[in-house]
């Protein structure tokens, strides 16, 4: 066997290597929603001090919705950093946390498909927040309310829930057949 590899075969490998060094164009939009978490975190501040200075003012309703937005913040908040945090994790670079103390439970055994989960439950959290968020505002303001609105962001909901069920059985199936197809693999050596 010869030292020397073909033209081909060079080419070939730079090919990979520079397919496998693209994963790290992604880092780029991970620190774009870091940043972006910053001007958010900006934003629940302000939502807090309105709920602060308004709260002799408001009604128990009103009261309702401005806390309900501030959870809503902290739910898009724990999105963007399953999204960073994760996206990373599995698409550019493990991320070397495993001894540290603060390491968080939900990156055990992250892979792409239970990100997926993780990300579509957060939604449908999300859209129930929303839908909360109308449901109260609708209770009491039901002359300004547009029912289809309600009934629209009803289906959504239900479409971010629906797409959370399939893709965890989804997964479910596939690790489980992954898992019956190594079991397989073992009794045969």
């Given at each position: ?63 309702m919705l401005g806390i309900l937005s501030l959870v809503d913040i902290s739910m898009v908040m724990n999105l963007?950093v399953m999204v960073t945090i994760g996206g990373y994790s599995i698409f550019t670079s493990k991320i070397d946390?495993?001894m540290h103390d603060d390491k968080p439970l939900w990156l055990e055994n992250l892979d792409a498909g239970m ?75």
């Amino acid at each position: 066997m010869s030292d020397q590899l073909s033209p081909i075969k060079r080419f070939e490998n730079f090919f990979e290597g520079f397919m496998f060094w693209s994963r790290w164009v992604q880092a780029p939009l991970y620190t774009g929603l870091i940043i972006a978490s910053f001007f958010y975190l900006y934003k629940f501040f302000q939502e807090l001090l309105h709920v602060i200075n308004h709260t002799a003012a408001f009604h128990e309703t009103e009261m309702m919705l401005g806390i309900l937005s501030l959870v809503d913040i902290s739910m898009v908040m724990n999105l963007v950093v399953m999204v960073t945090i994760g996206g990373y994790s599995i698409f550019t670079s493990k991320i070397d946390v495993d001894m540290h103390d603060d390491k968080p439970l939900w990156l055990e055994n992250l892979d792409a498909g239970m990100l997926k989960i993780k990300l579509a439950t957060s939604l449908a959290s999300i859209s129930g927040v929303q839908l909360l968020k109308t449901f109260i505002d609708y209770r009491s303001e039901v002359e300004k309310a547009d029912s289809e609105n309600v009934v629209m962001e009803i289906i959504i909901h239900m479409v971010f829930i629906t797409s959370a069920l399939l893709l965890a059985q989804t997964e479910k199936i596939v690790h489980s057949y992954h898992g019956v197809e190594h079991s397989d693999e073992g009794n045969e050596h």
